[in-house]
Structure formats: structure tokens, C-alpha cells
């Protein structure tokens, strides 16, 4: 994640996640009051190893599709993920 996003996610509204699911590339994140977010993470395996590390430090900032897992960050997408593309 880029540290200027990062920047401005922290100094938008957070959301404690209270529940935090990955089905593939599929992220959902059930804060502990309001909507449920449906994101995805092109990079399932990483998140997956990160959220057995901190099951209790998750925040999600809606504004930014961001998720702070202990002291990792994930850039999240909303709706259909695009591949990533390679760069020579």
C-alpha cells in the first residue's frame, strides 16, 4: 500500500472489524456496527497468513477500501478485480 493512501485512510472514519472472511479473492469484512464490506486482494494467501497473525487487530477504513491487520496494511478493491499488470 502506497504510504500516501495509507496517510489519508488513517485520518478518515475506521471501522473495527469484528469479523473478518476470505473466500479466494473475496474479502468480507463484518464491522462491529454497520454495513458489511464485500472487497477483493489480488494476493489471498498473503492476507490469509497476516489475519492468522492478529485475529483480534483488524480495522477497515471504507473510504480508502483499506485494512489494517496488527501493523500490515491491505489496499482492497470494491467490485470486480482487475488483473495486475507486469511491468517490464
Known sequence: MHYIQQGQALRSPSLTARHVALDGE???????????LDWRHHDPERISDVLGLFPHSRVAYPAFHALR????????????LAPCEARA
Request: hydrophobic share 40%; glycine share 14%.
Open 26 to 36: 473475496r474479502l468480507v469484512v463484518v464491522p462491529s456496527h454497520g454495513e458489511q
Open 69 to 80: 491487520v496488527g501493523p500490515y496494511w491491505f489496499n482492497c478493491a470494491h467490485g470486480v
